[in-house]
């Protein structure tokens, strides 16, 4: 069981930035691929940002360039750093910790922190 704390959240300007943090509980933090999702208002929730055990990332393509996304196994975290935030990236941002192997994959969720970017 992992359970999962995100905050960071809140209201920013336009082209401004905000980081992320989603701690997790456990000792088996570094097995996990860990990932940013978001979901805005009637809208399905999308992948952001995804970072494997092995620390390899993959970006949605609005995102690319502008956010980045790190882990540090030391300290059971995972980062989202958002630059050059536009209003189509306000959203309810939720971390996942997701457990794949090749027969079966379990997915862990936090609460979700809120975004809002809004002059």
């Known amino acids: 069981q992992v359970q999962l704390v995100e905050s960071g959240g809140g209201l920013v300007q336009p082209g401004g930035s905000l980081r992320l943090s989603c701690a997790a509980s456990?000792?088996?933090?570094?097995?996990?691929?860990m990932g940013w999702y978001r979901q805005a208002p009637g809208k399905q929730r999308e992948l952001v940002a995804v970072?494997?055990?092995?620390?390899?990332?993959n970006y949605a393509d609005s995102v690319k360039g502008r956010f980045t996304i790190s882990r540090d196994n030391a300290k059971n975290t995972v980062y989202l750093q958002m630059n050059a935030l536009k209003p189509e990236d306000t959203a309810v941002y939720y971390c996942?910790?997701?457990?794949?192997?090749?027969?079966?994959?379990?997915?862990?969720w936090g609460q979700g922190t809120q975004v809002t970017v809004s002059s």
């Open positions: 996942n910790a997701a457990r794949i192997r090749s027969w079966s994959r379990t997915d862990y």
């Open positions: 456990g000792n088996i933090f570094s097995i996990y691929d």
């Open positions: 970072i494997t055990s092995g620390a390899s990332t």
